[in-house]
């Protein structure tokens, strides 16, 4: 490996790094806020989690078509849904099976399924025009809105993020609750910051090492990519698999599906005509697989097994081993 290879690797790591600890800030902030206004953990892992782990994905995205990488943009979502699911959902649910909420089953995986094929549908032509991006975008605007308004009214008890009821904290509205109104603040604007540069040094890095070793920037953005901009998603889903947060791992999971679909792709295109160069119909169809097998998974005594888990973890480094080897 030569030094330029080498540094362009050091930029790839800084970059997933910065990218990590980036979401991880913008989402503890953004869910704290969410939390104080007494909205459920599902809610909250499809709306609030959801937008914050996806951001990655969006500052990636962004960058890459901005600097004339569509394939790699594209490819960046679509790794990641697969990700999502087969990955964050089969690895969680073997460390710990996962109760599913009938929401989800009712609500939010039809939406996902009718996104999903949605956006196939669009990219047959090998691009995502303004406005196909415009309508994608408006989809989510609807999407927040729907959840949100449907939460009204539930219920809730609300857990403290460490695991412990903490009313005091939520209810103070003066002295303590100014400053951790700031402080949540602070850290979602330093979370975009480092998302912002961690986004940069990724897509300069990687485009290089994928012309220096001929892969495609398709590939790259299915795989290193897809990955590394899901590692918020995957850090918040194994901790809350640890305590037994089994609501806001699968609105985690599902509900940056449906950002990465219509948030990313919405906001990406609308900036400039998104191409899928590089993106075929194999990569299309696994990803549709991988939105649709879930639903008769969690069906299953509305439970996602330990075996299930095991089978759809498999199935994603298959893929991956695939995409890189085949």
Same mark, same amino acid.
């Given at each position: 490996m030569s030094m330029t290879e080498l540094i362009d690797l050091c930029w790839v790591i800084l970059g997933l790094v910065t990218l990590y600890y980036g979401a991880e800030y913008l989402v503890k902030g953004a869910s704290e806020l969410a939390l104080s206004m007494g909205i459920s953990p599902l809610v909250v892992g499809l709306t609030v989690v959801a937008f914050g782990t996806s951001a990655p994905e969006l500052v990636v995205s962004v960058k890459a078509n901005l600097e004339g990488n569509g394939g790699m943009a594209i490819g960046n979502v679509v790794g990641s849904n697969i990700c999502n699911i087969a990955l964050i959902l089969g690895f969680s649910s073997v460390i710990f099976p996962l109760q599913i909420h009938q929401q989800v089953i009712r609500r939010e995986l039809p939406i996902l399924a009718?996104?999903?094929?949605?956006?196939? &549908? *669009?990219?047959?032509?090998?691009?995502?025009?303004? =406005?196909?991006?415009?309508?994608?975008?408006?989809?989510?605007?609807?999407?927040?809105?729907?959840?949100?308004?449907?939460? $009204?009214?539930?219920?809730?008890?609300?857990?403290?993020?460490?695991?412990e009821g903490n009313p005091d904290k939520l209810s103070d509205p003066q002295g303590n609750g100014r400053r951790e109104l700031f402080l949540n603040l602070l850290l979602i604007l330093g979370g975009c910051i480092l998302l912002v540069f961690g986004a940069d040094r990724m897509v300069y890095g990687g485009a290089?090492?994928?012309?220096?070793?001929? +892969?495609?920037?398709? %590939?790259?953005?299915?795989?290193?990519?897809?990955?590394?901009?899901? =590692?918020?998603?995957?850090?918040?889903?194994? +901790?809350?698999?640890?305590?037994?947060?089994?609501?806001?791992?699968?609105?985690?999971? %599902?509900?940056?599906?449906?950002?990465?679909? =219509?948030?990313? +792709?919405? *906001?990406?295109?609308?900036?400039?005509? =998104?191409?899928?160069?590089?993106?075929?119909?194999?990569?299309?169809?696994?990803?549709?697989? $991988?939105?649709?097998?879930?639903?008769? *998974?969690? &069906?299953?005594? *509305? %439970?996602?097994?330990? &075996?299930?888990? +095991?089978?759809?973890?498999?199935?994603?480094?298959?893929?991956?081993? &695939?995409?890189?080897?085949?």
């Open positions: 009718a996104v999903t094929l949605f956006f196939a &549908w *669009m990219i047959q032509d090998g691009i995502i025009s303004r =406005l196909e991006g415009a309508i994608l975008f408006i989809g989510v605007i609807l999407y927040v809105f729907s959840s949100l308004k449907a939460a $009204t009214g539930e219920p809730v008890a609300l857990p403290h993020p460490e695991g290089n090492i994928a012309r220096s070793f001929g +892969v495609s920037e398709a %590939v790259i953005g299915l795989t290193l990519f897809a990955f590394g901009t899901s =590692l918020p998603e995957l850090a918040t889903s194994i +901790v809350a698999a640890l305590k037994k947060q089994g609501d806001l791992i699968v609105g985690n999971a %599902v509900g940056s599906c449906i950002f990465n679909i =219509l948030a990313v +792709v919405g *906001m990406t295109g609308i900036i400039a005509d =998104l191409a899928a160069t590089g993106i075929n119909s194999v990569h299309v169809i696994v990803m549709i697989a $991988t939105s649709l097998i879930i639903l008769p *998974m969690m &069906w299953h005594r *509305m %439970v996602l097994d330990r &075996w299930e888990g +095991v089978i759809l973890t498999l199935g994603y480094l298959s893929f991956s081993t &695939w995409l890189i080897y085949g």
